[in-house]
């Protein structure tokens, strides 16, 4: 047979060829091959999510279907009720009370449950504030430049300069301590920061070669930062957004211990540990308790925006 009517080989076959026609180790031929013969599906399995991210993503869901399904479940008890009749006493962890009692003998595993609503309310609201406004100033300074990129960081700036708890309280001290208000004051803490990262990752995507080719071609600015700039940007405040959710959820806890944390009978982590501060010594598991879910949920939190950013993120390698 002919040269050129060979029968063409498959990339993996034509690198085994060519290697032992050259005289090539077996060892590194066998690995070389496998790669190409790999392909797609080795990058496929590189970016399957690690086993941590679905332990965070397990803790995440268990606790919001838990305080969603609080009253229906029949081991979670009444968290205003008292479980033990007479005289108020702090009650020891027992087989009744998984978590035990706090000072009014009230269920404190149940009042962390139900805890769990006021804290995640808080977090995500301020959150989603902060995305909306934050995200919308960032990518806005970050593609105009100019006068109003430096007015927008100008202000961002200035905000970033006040101490974060400080600026949360004096806005709590202005709208109220009622859950939406609060996660209100901590958005509006919340939104220099994201939009800092979110007008950095735009300035970095607004002069790439295919944003000035749509600029080229007529585009109008909208349409530019919607379609092109928007969904690269999108990784990065994804990562930082959840990263802020977890600074909301401990800022509540702290706004709590000074006494601006949501209004009793509402029930948060935060305003838990405060009940449970003046028990530390004799009584730690009642501040344990709400601690150790917020240690959780935050770990969980940052390392899903970590996971998250691995994932999304578009490499110059890759483009």
Do not use: C
């Not at 969904?231 to 509540?252: D, G, K, R, T, W």
């Not at 449970?276 to 959780?296: C, E, K, T, V, Y």
């Amino acid at each position: 047979m002919r040269e050129d009517q060979r029968t063409p080989l498959d990339p993996a076959e034509e690198l085994r060829e060519t290697f032992l026609e050259s005289g090539a180790e077996a060892e590194g031929l066998a690995v070389d091959v496998a790669a190409i013969e790999a392909g797609d599906e080795g990058r496929t399995r590189a970016k399957r999510l690690p086993v941590g991210a679905w332990i965070a993503i397990a803790w995440i869901v268990g606790i919001v279907a838990l305080a969603i399904l609080a009253p229906i479940l029949p081991f979670i008890k009444d968290p205003l009720a008292q479980q033990q009749r007479g005289a108020l006493r702090v009650a020891s962890p027992s087989l009744d009370v998984w978590f035990g009692g706090d000072s009014n003998s009230r269920d404190v595993f149940a009042r962390v449950i139900y805890g769990t609503r006021a804290s995640l309310i808080i977090g995500i609201g301020s959150i989603i504030f902060g995305f909306i406004v934050g995200g919308t100033l960032g990518i806005i300074a970050g593609y105009l430049k100019g006068k109003v990129g430096e007015v927008i960081a100008w202000i961002l700036d200035m905000m970033l300069a006040f101490p974060a708890l400080l600026l949360a309280l004096y806005f709590v001290f202005i709208f109220g301590r009622e859950e939406w208000k609060i996660a209100l004051a901590l958005g509006i803490v919340a939104t220099p920061q994201i939009a800092r990262i979110t007008r950095a990752s735009t300035i970095a995507w607004a002069d790439r070669e295919f944003v000035l080719a749509a600029r080229a071609q007529g585009a109008r600015a909208p349409r530019i930062v919607v379609r092109e700039i928007l969904p690269n940007v999108l990784p990065a405040m994804y990562s930082i957004a959840l990263l802020a959710m977890a600074i909301a959820i401990v800022a509540e806890a702290a706004l709590a211990q000074l006494g601006v944390g949501v209004v009793p009978p509402t029930i948060s982590w935060g305003n838990i540990m405060l009940e449970g501060r003046q028990h530390l010594n004799d009584a730690p598991w009642i501040m344990l308790a709400p601690a150790s879910f917020i240690f959780f949920t935050v770990l969980s939190l940052n390392y899903l925006g970590d996971v998250i950013r691995s994932l999304l993120d578009v490499r110059e390698s890759a483009l």
